[in-house]
């Protein structure tokens, strides 16, 4: 079992900025990757970013390249995504997960087994 905790959420005007973190504890040697998802009321859960727990490997929905970077801490078991250039689309429930294996599908929140609880960001205009 892999346990995972958001953190760093908040209310940002549009054009700011965020990091989030996500610590991760329990059988973290299981972890292949890490991926941050966001699901905003009425939509479905959207893939993110994705990291893998170890090299330089990383992925990102179309959307947010250029504006977010995910990385991470291996001696710290976290995750972080920091968030530039905001804009009030990107408002929504931000969830970290993990995942055992590699796969092709890694934009698919099927491919996760483990999640956090979710942590909210909010931009305003």
């Known amino acids: 079992q892999v346990n995972l905790v958001e953190s760093g959420g908040g209310l940002v005007q549009a054009g700011g900025s965020l990091t989030l973190s996500c610590t991760a504890s329990?059988?973290?040697?299981?972890?292949?990757?890490m991926g941050w998802f966001r699901q905003a009321p009425g939509k479905g859960r959207e893939f993110v970013a994705a990291i893998r727990w170890s090299g330089d490997s990383t992925d990102y929905t179309d959307s947010v390249k250029g504006r977010f970077v995910i990385s991470r801490d291996n001696a710290k078991n976290t995750v972080y995504l920091q968030m530039n250039s905001l804009k009030p689309e990107d408002t929504a429930n931000y969830y970290c997960a993990a995942r055992r294996t590699y796969t092709e599908n890694y934009y698919s929140d099927l491919a996760y087994a483990y999640w956090g609880q979710g942590t909210q960001v909010t931009v305003s205009s």
């Open positions: 329990g059988r973290t040697f299981s972890i292949y990757a």
